[in-house]
């Protein structure tokens, strides 16, 4: 773009109100705003994919968590990927590829040292929004360090046909778990996951989940990566071996009830076990992303890691795809084409 090819204006989903219970298309605006001239050291990037993800809900109410919560009347954020179209900074070029956080956007302005450059070549550019970004290190790090997954493991993964749980699964494989187990919310989505070399899973509407996992690992399980919470939660407990770890990653059964849930009931387990409970968040974890994009693009290339992708396409339609992942409707990775 030449200079007077470059937008003057953008488009951007802003909160409009605070969800009680699940949210609905009218917590969110689609507004036009004027784009700020680029600072020293800053590029103006033309967003291609923005990332919606289960995190997102908590940061819609106003609570004090371990990241800051939207604003009413602000625009909201999350991992992007797109093109340098203007840039002041001497480390980011113009055509560049870069990943960066201010998603939710058709157009970002952001400091250059905040937009990390990458080459999507033959991969595509929304992979490092998923298998080779936040997604996979989640999935990664969740299992080997919080998890302390060890060779041989009976591994159990909640949510396995989303995008982090589906990577976990395959992970553990790939790393030599002797078994590994997925709960999803689907007949077609526990085919997926099968075909993706999980040994064995259930529909979690087909009974208690406690009697379903009691089935798939009858010799109990060592390690419970943790998407759901409530009576998975439990149930792990109930299943897992002496010694065994949980990776408290996500809880998505319970981040649009309004009431406190019930489960899990039977912590006391715990002791007697001496199980393992690990709260995890992926950011201090930032600094295996080499170590981790080494073996997951070697992964990727053997076919031993496959990833999925739901892509719903432009901004506006990104607060129903939000909305839509909420409800269990991809399969794998949810990004918004912009």
């Known amino acids: 773009m030449t200079n007077s090819d470059l937008p003057t204006k953008n488009r951007e989903i802003h909160l409009a109100s605070r969800p009680e219970g699940w949210p609905t298309p009218e917590n969110f605006d689609l507004v036009e ?25 908590g940061r819609m109410n106003d609570v004090k968590s371990y ?38 956007r058709e157009y970002a302005v952001l400091d250059a040292a905040e937009a990390r450059v990458v080459d999507a070549g033959e991969i595509g550019e929304s992979t490092y ?3 080779l970004g936040m997604t996979g290190l989640t999935a990664y790090a969740g299992l080997v360090y ?34 590994v187990i997925g709960s999803a919310g689907s007949a077609e989505k526990i085919a997926r996951i099968e075909e993706l070399g999980f040994d ?45 770890r949980v990776t408290l990653c996500g809880a998505i059964a319970q981040y649009n009830e309004t009431e406190p ?17 690990q709260g995890f968040l992926v950011g201090p974890y930032f600094d295996k992303m080499g170590e981790y994009a080494e073996k997951m693009s070697a992964w990727l290339a053997d076919g031993s890691v496959q990833f999925d992708e739901t892509v719903r396409e432009g901004l ?16 794998g990775k949810m990004v918004v084409k912009l």
């Open 146 to 179: 919080a998890g302390g997954f060890e060779e041989g493991d009976v591994v159990f993964v909640s949510g396995a046909a989303g995008a982090v749980g589906s990577m976990v699964g395959q992970i553990a494989k790939a790393m030599g778990a002797s078994r």
């Open 316 to 331: 506006e339609n990104a607060p129903q795809a939000f909305i839509d992942l909420l409800r269990g409707a991809n399969t």
């Open 67 to 104: 990241v800051p919560p939207f604003q009413i009347g602000e625009a909201l954020d999350g991992g992007a990927i797109g093109e340098v179209v203007a840039s002041t900074s001497a480390d980011v070029p113009v055509g560049a590829t870069v990943l960066h956080g201010l998603g939710w």
């Open 261 to 277: 849930p019930c489960a899990p009931r039977n912590l006391a387990l715990a002791i007697g076990k001496r199980l393992r409970l």
């Open 129 to 131: 929004l998923g298998a």
């Open 200 to 244: 064995a899973g259930f529909d979690y509407h087909d009974g208690p989940v406690v009697d379903r996992l009691r089935e798939a690992a009858p010799d109990g399980i060592d390690v419970y990566f943790d998407n759901v919470g409530g009576d998975h939660l439990e149930a792990a407990i109930d299943v897992l071996n002496p010694e065994g």
């Open 33 to 57: 705003v004027d784009l700020p001239e680029l600072g020293d050291g800053q590029v103006l990037v033309k967003n291609h994919y923005m990332s919606v993800d289960p995190y997102m809900r």
